[in-house]
């Protein structure tokens, strides 16, 4: 299937550092979504993006759908230790129609851990 | 509270006994979907179906099976389990998953001794 790939694979912050982290894919997706997982619990969703070049923000993090449509970013600003998680990109391939709309590829996610 | 509830937990079981793991959403989602969770590797799609009876495969489906008798249940079996199925995995279901993404369960970590 196809891949994405996000990086970096782990982040060592500080307290009240910014954090940007990305994902990339040799083919182009329509969807792109970020998640956040606390430790113990399943993903949860927390920005969606729909259009190439939109930039969205939900609080202290801002999501960019790449112009290519192959990357997105997300940037958190100001961290706190509550961010502290694994951060999944996930995309939803063009030509997704009838059954394989549902599915939906995730990237292999990225590590926050923040340092009071 | 709108959930997907899945059961058990946690599983130790041994290479080759049947196990089944359930999945409830009480959302009224279309979509339901598996995923497995594993280091380094992020989640990847097992199986995912569309509305009752219509199934699908996604990205590692090879050893599992699934059924979607009901449109709220949607159950993973694997019929012969193997070490190499050890994992965290995830039950999700959705309305819409191009556009809202899947609201996961909290996991069930399975061992296969």
């Known amino acids: 299937g196809q891949q994405l790939n996000q990086s970096p694979q782990s982040m060592f912050i500080q307290e009240g550092e910014d954090v940007s982290m990305n994902c990339t894919s040799s083919s182009i997706f329509n969807t792109w979504l970020w998640y956040k997982q606390d430790p113990g619990e399943g993903p949860v969703l927390l920005i969606a993006?729909?259009?190439?070049?939109e930039l969205t923000s939900n609080g202290r993090l801002t999501a960019q759908f790449g112009i290519t449509r192959k990357d997105s970013f997300l940037n958190i600003s100001a961290s706190i230790p509550s961010d502290v998680g694994i951060y999944f990109c996930a995309g939803q391939p063009p030509g997704a129609g009838g059954t394989s709309y549902g599915k939906l590829t995730f990237g292999q996610g990225t590590i926050l851990t923040v340092h009071p | 509270e709108a959930q997907v509830t899945q059961n058990p937990r946690y599983l130790i079981t041994v290479t080759g006994k049947k196990l089944t793991v359930t999945c409830s959403q009480n959302m009224n989602h279309e979509y339901m979907s598996w995923y497995r969770q594993d280091p380094g590797l992020g989640l990847r799609q097992i199986y995912y179906s569309m509305n009752v009876e219509v199934t699908d495969k996604g990205d590692v489906p090879e050893g599992y099976k699934v059924s979607r008798k009901e449109k709220r249940n949607f159950p993973l079996i694997l019929e012969s389990p193997s070490p190499n199925q050890t994992s965290l995995y995830f039950c999700?279901?959705?309305?819409?998953?191009?556009?809202?993404?899947?609201?996961f369960g909290s996991g069930t970590r399975l061992t296969v001794v």
């Open positions: 999700a279901s959705s309305l819409n998953p191009g556009s809202n993404g899947y609201t």
């Open positions: 993006l729909y259009k190439a070049g």
